[in-house]
């Protein structure tokens, strides 16, 4: 009887980080989850996992080009839907940010837009996975003047950075915060992702860890990635900012 309860015992890997800050659960607003109950089945899954508070962050790029009103307003009906549910199996949903992506075909400039920010005016973004046609630098700058801090979502994920690059040596001594994916860790994005996640990790040049839960799918890979015993080693060993969000 004590095995069966054992098995079923979810490991609160991810407990010390108590804050994801990177994940797509603002239903239907692009390729993330497509319904509440989709969301409310992946929150539950990041509360076992040991997440407490969670931000939702819809992309904000050419293919999703979202207004900042109009998600603004679908976040306050989640959180309406979240509140009346009352459910204690779920983390908190604090607020609605964004995943910005930087290049050429989609920039929000600052002071002209009103970007959505994580607290303390962090602006979570990234570039496209695919093409490397676009210098980040400059528009890093112009956000930085504005006292934006800026973190760079998963930088294990693109094929055309690596760690020992002019670009990633740049952007550190700017000052830019690093994310790296959990699922990163666990295989999910095949196996160079992988390895430079915990490379970043290793060479104490990643500040914050996220899920980018999309759906059930990543949901079920989260379940997997708390399993994974180098990612437990990991987590004893490194200490990360998400909870201070
Ligand atoms: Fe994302």
Known sequence: MFNFLKSN??????ASLATDMHCHLLPGVDDGSSSIEESIACLKTMAAVGFQKVYLTPHFQANYPNVESDIQK?????????????????????????????????ARRP??????????KKLLCEFSLHFNDYKPIEIFKEFQQLGYTLILAHPERYPYLGLDSEEIAKMKQMGIFFQINVLSLN?????SAQRKGFEYIEAG?????????HNLRYAAALKEAAENKAIQKMLKNHTFLNSQL
């Open 9 to 14: 015992k979810q490991n609160k890997t991810f």
């Open 187 to 191: 295989g999910f994005y095949g196996d």
């Open 74 to 106: 679908r976040f306050e009906a989640m959180k309406k839907h979240l509140d009346t549910l009352n459910d204690k199996s779920l983390p908190e949903v604090v607020a609605v940010s964004g995943e910005y992506r930087f290049d050429p075909r989609f």
């Open 111 to 120: 002071g002209v837009d009103n970007v959505l920010t994580l607290p303390g």
């Open 205 to 213: 040049m990643a500040e914050y860890l996220g899920t980018d839960t």
